[in-house]
């Protein structure tokens, strides 16, 4: 009886041990994955015998094969990471804008209207030059140039920027489906028992992604079961997964449910930095635009319309611009025609240049609030430039963040090669002695068969 008992803790020892050596190499082979979590063998004693009135110990057993996270800090890098990534897209976007605009530079609208005005100026000097009416109309023509080009890349910038979006929510679709499912196996597998570690690892691996694109509430359930909101709206659980849609109602580009719920509290995330641009910041940089350029045109052309052309028979009530819409500026097509169409003379004669010094002077006019054309354009362009440093500010801050987040992580979680290889030559002695112990066992029982 005794020596059964010392083979039947020894063949349960080598068994557990040799358990254990199996969790540590799959550790060690994944220590260079990113995504996984180290698995730590807990051991815990084997039920005891009691016979005649004593009790025997019966060994050692594996409890549980524990994954070793820390829920506090996935739960403060689940939080930080939709604000990091909402502002680094931001700030792409910001810097792409930027761009667009130039400024300031040679190129940019405020040197170009600085030069249109300037233009005016010179034809004070000698209104009845042919040369300088040109120049008035070239340098119309090039502040017309950047601003269709400014709308148009603008536009074409909106429209890639909703070609994206549709496309993240394409990956946040897949990923709520494909956590749905891992949901479903997790639960299968804990009902009867069994470890679902690497199935675990899948679905945080894919919350992490999930979390990039949007603001999310998680919630583990007792069936083991992640249940995903995002915005307020319920996304995944082990039984069913939302698939979301694209909304531009009123311009405003928004995810939505299948039946009609837009989340209210999508605040960060990718998904967030694309909206936000599309929606507002972009509309609102060209309003600020066509403000600017509205206005210098209603001024030019009210004191254009007043004076009059070069010619025989100078005539008046001409319009400078013919329109402003859509970003494109058009020029009176009789002044591209003909520069002796462009009306400087306040009386109709001949070398008169009253209205040019007029038209001249509406850069240095307070038209917005007390602000110039130029003033309030560079307050806009400043507003802009604020957003970008913001962006990147708040984006570095966030990364910190972030970094000392995952440092934390990967010291908890993530699998240390020294710390295996240690477990290695304990569970390996532990192996080695529960190997010899059924050797003694064999030669004792081999001995007291020789005596029988």
Not at 168 to 182: C, D, I, R, T
Not at 342 to 356: K, L, P, Q, T
């Amino acid at each position: 009886m005794g020596i059964g008992r010392i083979f039947d803790i020894s063949r349960r020892s080598l068994a557990t041990y040799q358990r254990a050596l199996d969790v540590t190499a799959h550790n060690i082979s994944n220590a260079a994955n990113p995504n996984y979590t180290r698995q730590r063998v807990n051991f815990i004693s084997e039920q005891p015998d009691l016979q005649a009135g004593f009790v025997w110990g019966a060994g050692v057993r594996i409890d549980q094969l524990q994954r070793v996270r820390n829920t506090l800090a996935d739960a403060q890098l689940r939080s930080a990471t939709p604000s990091f990534y909402e502002n680094q897209s931001k700030s792409a976007m910001l810097g792409q804008v930027e761009a667009i605009f130039n400024e300031p530079s040679d190129a940019g609208v405020s040197n170009l209207m600085n030069s249109f005005f300037n233009s005016w100026s010179q034809l004070t000097v000698s209104p009845n030059s042919a040369s300088l009416r040109t120049d008035v109309v070239h340098s119309a023509e090039r502040l017309s140039a950047k601003v269709n080009n400014i709308h148009s890349e603008l536009d074409q910038m909106r429209s890639d920027i909703l070609t994206e979006y549709k496309t993240k929510v394409s990956q946040l679709n897949s990923n709520l489906k494909n956590l749905q499912s891992l949901n479903s196996q997790i639960v299968e597998f804990k009902a009867v028992g069994n470890s679902a570690s690497d199935i675990e690892d899948q679905r945080d691996a894919i919350l992490d992604n999930i979390t990039k694109l949007a603001n999310v509430n998680i919630q583990l359930d007792t069936k083991g079961s992640t249940n995903l909101s995002i915005g307020g709206v319920y996304a995944a659980d082990s039984s069913n997964y939302v698939e979301f849609q694209v909304g531009t109602k009123n311009g405003i580009l928004s995810i939505v449910a299948p039946d009609g719920t837009a989340p209210t509290s999508l605040n960060s995330g990718e998904l967030n930095a694309l909206s936000n641009m599309y929606s507002e910041k972009i509309p609102g940089y060209l309003t600020s635009l066509d403000n600017v350029i509205s206005q210098m045109m209603t001024e030019v052309n009210t004191l254009h319309s007043s004076a009059y052309t070069l010619g025989e028979t100078p005539e008046t009530g001409i319009n400078f611009f013919d329109s402003y819409l859509g970003g494109e500026l058009k020029i009176n097509k009789d002044i591209l025609d003909s520069p002796n169409m462009i009306a400087v003379s306040s009386d109709g004669s001949a070398g008169n240049g009253d209205v040019a010094v007029s038209i001249s002077e509406i850069g240095e006019k307070k038209i917005f609030n007390g602000q110039t054309l130029s003033e309030y354009y560079q307050s806009f362009i400043s507003g802009l430039g604020n957003d970008k440093i913001t962006a990147d500010e708040t984006a570095a801050s966030n990364d910190s963040v972030l970094q000392q987040l995952e440092a934390q992580k990967s010291s908890y979680s993530g699998v240390s090669i020294d710390e295996e290889m240690t477990n290695v030559i304990r569970f390996q002695r532990s192996y080695d002695a529960s190997a010899k112990l059924i050797k003694v066992a064999d030669e004792m029982l081999q001995t007291i068969i020789q005596m029988v």
